[in-house]
């Protein structure tokens, strides 16, 4: 009995000793526990801590932004940049020429002086100068002077000077010319002291006097004519020169 006892004994103490070691362990277990809730919460804290940190730097830039927009924006000019100058464009006016009335001196005026006239004229009257003329001249009284037009015609006229025309010279009637003639074209029924050059052709009529030379490309001389001095036809470009 007494060894039972004795063995009973050393059960219990055993038992106990056990149970002892296992509350020291579930304590030491849960201070551990302890320790590990309380640096986890240490660390969200940390983390809560630098997240708000963050988000005021955050929202110190956003304003920091704002007060750099709200500032007016400063141009930079460029001083040594030169724009290039545009210089407008003007379209040339087109020239148009007026229209001029023909001129016209009738008889009994005088003029003492040259003539220079854009369209055609006609004299009627007695003209001592220079007629220059863009257009025809046609004389039925007196001039004293030289003659540069288009064209010449002249009827019972009397003229003292050359006569220098682009178109023809018509000498018609009982005119009296006392001078050069030179023009592409020459009809003569009157008279005419000078020589004749003529680029294209010469009719002399029946009742023309010629006093002077004629050089022309084509001469024609009806019966009755009268011409004193030579006649020598010759081409175009000789008749010019």
Do not use: H, W
Request: contains cysteine; proline residues 2%.
């Amino acid at each position: 009995m007494s060894v039972f006892v004795d063995y009973c004994i050393t059960n219990c103490a055993v038992n106990k000793l056990i149970m002892e070691e296992d509350c020291v362990m579930n304590k030491k277990r849960n201070i551990m526990d302890i320790i590990n809730k309380t640096i986890f919460v240490e660390e969200e804290v940390e983390e809560e801590v630098v997240v708000e940190k963050k988000d005021k730097k955050s929202a110190e830039k956003k304003i920091e932004s704002k007060k750099v927009d709200s500032r007016p924006e400063k141009v930079v000019e460029n001083k040594n940049y030169k724009a290039p100058k545009v210089e407008p464009v003007y379209s040339k006016p087109q020239k148009v020429e007026p229209e001029y009335a023909a001129s016209v001196i009738s008889y009994g005026t005088k003029i003492t002086g040259d003539i220079v006239c854009k369209a055609d004229l006609q004299v009627e009257g007695i003209i001592e100068g220079n007629i220059n003329c863009d257009k025809a001249v046609t004389i039925k009284g007196k001039v004293k002077g030289n003659i540069k037009a288009d064209a010449l015609t002249t009827i019972d006229a009397t003229i003292v000077g050359n006569v220098n025309c682009n178109g023809i010279v018509n000498i018609l009637g009982k005119t009296n010319l006392q001078g050069d003639v030179n023009s592409s074209d020459v009809v003569l029924e009157g008279e005419i002291k000078g020589n004749i050059i003529a680029e294209n052709r010469v009719s002399l009529k029946g009742t023309s006097i010629l006093d002077g030379n004629t050089t022309s490309a084509k001469i024609m001389v009806e019966e009755g004519s009268t011409i004193i001095g030579s006649i020598q036809t010759v081409s175009n470009k000789k008749s010019k020169n």
